[in-house]
């Protein structure tokens, strides 16, 4: 038989992974000195995991690699080594190399063997400071110290409770038997009167005989597992027994000299592996979700069947309807129940992104000779699985901002009279169908001053412009901000605020800045729980109808013509109390024909796209909605204005409005920088 | 047809030995560590069980000494996949009630060949 | 209006492609026209239905149509070709078809007078179009076949489908 190894390698992959993780995170638990045992215990057990897994699946690499961190860690657990920073630093820096190794492997790509070689070094030299660091991983293959000869006689008593570790005599003797011919001979003189005999126990011995060429380390190998368990002697057929020799020969056999070779240390692979890697992410999914499903489904199967019965009675009589009412109502809320337990499955706990904080925090206040403290909290708030793979470089760019920028030195903190350790918190909850994820920190707070300095010296504000605190903070999130001199290498190689907010508002999100000077400043990140469906308003222009997000929406109102000023004759603005917001004709940036043109006789939507306000003139509002998000790319290609499909009630399609875009869309249509022109609308219908 | 339980941390070598285990037709239940597997063992019987040692929540040792005191598991093989092929590994093993190991890494092959041995 | 009937192309039918050489066509009217697309491309002939409008696209695309919960953009062949409009009508299908690209492959639709024939066609009976005149760009046409001594113009779709606005590369610059 032989098993295909390759088709493990995807679950090894997956657990290996998430094992680096858990070392990672770990040892940045680590107390120097004293280290606590448990938390050894848990990098013990992920590096023992993946040397045991790598071998067997034979990435030898890997294998020999994990090897010496696994030595490393063993002789902390049993106290023979203190952890110093030094074995911290050194093992983190093999979880790196272990992850990259393991990607290059899964990915087919190159192994960067000079720097695996450079860290096993590193490790070598650690555990080279300890003579008895070389553990023998001892081979299988037994000396063969016994030379060939007419065959064996042996000895074998079992002491009284070797039955009880499962070992059978008789496979031993069948096994022998396989060497060659054995003769069986039983002693019974131990067995006691029947008043003592103790069913479990043994009181047998044998003394075989095995007749042929055998090699002696074959009958020691069917004897390994019962040494020390019985009382063994294995003499050579044509010598006599020597007095000399004692009960327990086969260890003292096994303690002559092995060459200590480390299995671990077996020559190279010598061929590339050639694993189909398709690449098919995987989500690990908790049964009680699956149960969930399962009775969910089950619930579903009485409803159906219920209102199947009804549909076959031979005459619908009046009385029915109600039931089919309640039928029909039961449905819909197994179906929405059913919808919400299937988007949980992709739903995945945020600790997966916050994960790879603390070691960003210890890396980082390392070179920037900070002291930081990082608390999370909420890590097990749960959110779709694409949405977490998106937050994480915002979330990153967020943290080391506040690394960087927030926190200040240890001096000028005590100077301050703050506690010398800064402390940055990462908090994440859940409110309504969103994920809010804060980052605090308790640094300087952001500098008011050189913001609106370096926004005027960009033309982003006027000198004479009266800005509230949080408009002022929130200019830092635009993509005029100059980040050149804010930004150092550690924040970001020139990705500034802006992305970090374009690509938060990409995925349907906000995210917002408070700060108090002295005191430090947060970040307000918040997300929709998942991409796959969105909370929508149905509206109608001409014959079509579109969806607006509603987190999208500040709301919606009746037109009152005498607040509509044109400027300048062709664009129309809208005045909203104090605001005045442009007027974007939906039918007229998509062409679309209606018979709708007067203010009068349609609706303005008030909507909000990366902090521009536009007022949007549709014909009618119709009902909210959640929708499932379809991709318009798949089959077709991305269109300017709309952000996907979703199919109705009805299994008509209706298109979902990206706000920014059409923002984008309105302002390239006409000549000026004002959206929604009269004539234009005039023409295009 | 004789039952398995397998037992181990890792959900590869899990896959492992029990795709390996169901393709010479015999039974197999899984669990992922020593607690599940005295859960499991409590309610249902078994012909052999194979336990990584090193496993969150109860090791292989202590999983093996809490099984023997089983009655339907005082005398059947139990064995340990084990790294440790050091001589007091295997004595510990042994004192907590191990028939024997199967030293990690192994193959398919030499795993069924363990299999069939104390299984006969 | 209205009409979705529905049938599908049960190309093992036939039975005559394993004849080396040979490939199956499903052939379709447009303005007194025969034209032929392979087979194994079809994936479905629908009725036409009420499509949805994609907002500033020309007018050959029709818009998109909901096809067991995927979105598969329709386009009307007849408008593609500057050929007169026509009222779509009772016999008026959308043949569904794969259109490979360098990307992978997309579903799209193409609406059509109606359905005709299934032909089998070897290569050799494929000759090159000559600049014939037709109302199609011959840089979607593949060849032309003669079948039982009339004229099939047997269509190169996936030029025809990737070209213009229909190109993926459109939304990779975005």
Redesign the interface.
């Given at each position: 038989m032989s098993i295909d190894m390759k088709q493990f390698l995807v679950t090894f992959y997956e657990e290996s992974f998430e094992g680096l993780d858990t070392m990672e995170t770990e040892l940045l638990n680590l107390d120097i000195g004293e280290a606590d045992s448990e938390t050894v215990n848990t990098i013990f057990r992920a590096a023992h995991s993946i040397k045991g897994g790598s071998g067997t699946f034979g990435l030898n690499d890997v294998a020999s690699f994990t090897h010496l961190m696994e030595t490393l860690l063993d002789e902390v657990r049993d106290g023979r080594r203190q952890v110093s920073q030094q074995i911290v630093d050194v093992l983190l820096t093999s979880v790196d190399v272990l992850r990259d190794m393991l990607s290059a492997l899964r990915d087919e790509g190159e192994v960067d063997m000079a720097r695996v070689q450079a860290v096993q070094q590193l490790l070598d030299e650690l555990l080279g400071n300890e003579p008895e660091a070389a553990e023998s991983a001892a081979p299988q293959e037994s000396n063969s110290t016994g030379a060939e000869s007419q065959g064996w006689k042996i000895h074998f008593r079992p002491h009284p409770d070797m039955l009880q570790t499962g070992n059978d005599p008789v496979r031993m003797f069948r096994e022998l038997a396989l060497l060659g011919e054995l003769k069986i001979e039983c002693d019974t003189s131990g067995l006691p009167t029947l008043d003592k005999l103790v069913a479990e126990e043994s009181y047998l011995a044998w003394n075989l005989e095995l007749h042929g060429d055998v090699d002696k380390a074959s009958i020691d190998v069917i004897f390994e597992w019962v040494e020390g368990d019985c009382d063994l002697v294995v003499d050579p057929m044509a010598s006599q027994p020597a007095a000399a020799q004692t009960d327990n020969t086969v260890t003292e056999e096994k303690k002559a000299p092995e060459p200590a070779t480390s299995t671990a240390k077996k020559p190279p692979p010598s061929e590339k592996r050639h694993s189909t890697t398709t690449e098919s992410s995987s989500i690990r999914v908790s049964i009680d979700k699956i149960d969930d499903l399962i009775n969910m489904m089950g619930e579903l199967v009485i409803t159906q069947s219920m209102l199947s019965q009804l549909g076959e009675a031979e005459e619908f009589e009046t009385a029915q309807i109600e039931k089919l009412r309640d039928g029909l109502s039961q449905l819909e809320r197994n179906t929405r129940e059913m919808q919400e337990n299937v988007m949980r499955i992709r739903m995945l706990p945020i600790s997966f992104a916050f994960q790879r904080f603390p070691r960003l925090v210890h890396d980082l206040s390392g070179t920037l000779h900070k002291k930081i403290e990082l608390k999370m909290s909420g890590e097990n708030t749960e959110l779709d699985k694409t949405v977490m793979e998106k937050i994480g470089d915002p979330l990153v760019h967020l943290v080391r901002n506040s690394i960087d920028h927030g926190i200040e030195s240890p001096e000028v903190r005590l100077a301050a009279g703050k506690d010398e350790m800064g402390l940055i918190e990462l908090n994440a909850c859940h409110e309504g169908g969103n994920i809010i994820i804060e980052i605090i920190d308790d640094g300087a707070g952001l500098n008011r001053e050189r913001i609106i300095e370096k926004a005027i010296s960009n033309g982003l504000i006027n000198e004479d412009d009266s800005l509230s605190d949080e408009q002022i903070y929130d200019l830092i999130f635009q993509p005029g901000f100059s980040t050149a001199e804010v930004v150092s290498d550690v924040s970001g190689r020139g990705v500034g605020m802006d992305v970090v907010r374009r690509n938060i508002r990409a995925l349907g999100g906000s995210v917002e800045v408070t700060s108090r000077p002295g005191q430090g400043s947060k970040f307000t990140i918040r997300l929709p729980l998942t991409l796959a469906i969105l909370d929508g308003q149905s509206v109608r222009v001409g014959n079509d109808i579109y969806i607006i997000p509603l987190v999208s929406i500040i709301e919606s109102l009746q037109v009152n013509p005498a607040d509509i000023n044109s400027l300048r004759g062709s664009a129309d603005v809208y005045r909203l109390r104090d605001e005045y917001i442009p007027i974007v004709r939906v039918y007229d940036i998509f062409n679309v024909h209606t018979e709708i043109k007067n203010w009068e006789d349609g609706l303005l939507v008030i909507v909000e796209g990366e902090g521009i306000k536009v007022a949007l003139f549709v014909d009618d509002l119709l009902g909210q909605q959640q929708v499932v998000i379809k991709s318009l790319e798949t089959n077709f290609k991305k269109v300017e204005g709309i952000s996907g499909a979703t199919i109705l009630g009805d299994g008509t399609v209706a298109l979902i409005l990206d706000i920014a875009s059409m923002i984008q869309l309105s302002r390239d249509n006409g000549p000026e920088k004002t959206p929604g022109r009269q004539d234009n609308a005039e023409q295009a219908a | 047809m004789a039952k398995i339980l397998a037992v181990d941390?890792?959900?590869?070598?899990r896959?492992?030995v029990s795709?390996?285990l169901k393709?010479?037709g015999f039974d197999v239940v899984e669990a992922a560590d020593g607690v599940e597997a005295l859960g499991k063992a409590k309610s249902q019987t078994f012909d052999l069980v194979i336990s990584?040692v090193?496993?969150?929540k109860m090791d292989g040792l202590t999983l093996i000494k809490e099984l023997?005191k089983l009655p339907a598991f005082?005398?059947?093989?139990?064995l340990m996949?084990t790294?440790e092929?050091?001589?007091d590994k295997?004595?510990e093993g042994?004192a907590a009630?191990?028939?024997?190991?199967i030293?990690?890494?192994?193959?398919?092959?030499q795993l069924?060949a363990t299999i069939k041995?104390?299984l006969? | 209006m209205e009409e979705s009937q529905s049938m599908t192309i049960e190309t093992g039918q036939i039975g005559v492609s394993e004849l080396a050489g040979t490939d199956q066509f499903l052939t379709f009217v447009l303005a007194g026209e025969e034209y032929g697309v392979d087979i194994l491309r079809v994936q479905e002939i629908k009725g036409w239905d009420a499509v949805t409008h994609i907002p500033n696209t020309p007018e050959y695309i029709r818009g998109v149509m909901n096809l067991r919960g995927t979105i598969v953009p329709i386009v009307d062949l007849r408008i593609r070709f500057n050929m007169e409009k026509l009222e779509y009508g009772p016999v008026t299908v959308v043949i569904v078809l794969r259109v490979d690209n360098t990307e992978g492959s997309r579903i799209m639709g193409i609406v059509v007078d109606g359905v005709s024939d299934v032909y089998n066609v070897s290569e050799g009976d494929i000759k090159p179009s000559p600049d014939f005149g037709s109302a199609v760009n011959t840089a979607f046409v593949k060849g032309l076949a003669t079948v039982d001594d009339k004229m099939v113009i047997i269509m190169d779709i996936d030029q025809l489908l990737n070209s213009d606005e229909l190109s993926i590369m459109d939304s990779m610059t975005d």
């Open positions: - | 941390d890792s959900a590869s070598m896959q492992m795709f390996t393709g010479a990584d090193n496993m969150p023997r005082k005398f059947i093989p139990m996949l790294t092929s050091t001589a295997k004595q042994r009630g191990a028939t024997g190991w030293v990690k890494p192994f193959n398919p092959e069924l041995k104390v006969g | -």
